[in-house]
Nanobody, 122 residues
Framework: QVQLVESGGGLVQAGGSLRLSCAAS????????MAWYRQAPGKQLELAAS???????DYADSVKGRFTISVDNAKNTVYLQMNSLKPEDTAVYYC????????????????WGQGTQVTVSS
């Protein structure tokens, strides 16, 4: 099965930067969107950033202007550049890739990374 392997998380001081990477183990066909979700302890899973196959991006209000999602197709990797990090950004970050169904009567797929911890100290 397809695997998404995340890396780049860790500990950083407020105001610092991190870049998360999510590498697919193989080419994924019919991708509709890629995204980074995050979940802080005791809180609901939140969509932090997304990018469509056409390149359109969307960000949560809380990260807009600080985070940038991008894709390197040659490396089958999606990135999340996080700048000006705040303690409120502390969470487990999950990469997600969504595909469309190949035909009527079938369903698309959601692939998830294993999660990577980002901790921002004040």
């Amino acid at each position: 099965q397809v695997q998404l392997v995340e890396s780049g998380g860790g500990l950083v001081q407020a105001g610092g930067s991190l870049r998360l990477s999510c590498a697919a183990s193989e080419n994924i066909a019919r991708i509709s969107a890629m995204a980074w979700y995050r979940q802080a302890p005791g809180k609901q899973l939140e969509l932090a950033a997304s990018i469509t196959s056409g390149g359109g991006t969307d960000y949560a209000d809380s990260v807009k202007g600080r985070f940038t999602i991008s894709v390197d197709n040659a490396k089958n990797t999606v990135y999340l550049q996080m700048n000006s990090l705040k303690p409120e950004d502390t969470a487990v970050y999950y990469c997600n890739v969504r595909t469309i169904a190949r035909a009527l009567g079938f369903r698309g797929s959601d692939y998830w990374g294993q999660g990577t911890q980002v901790t921002v100290s004040s």
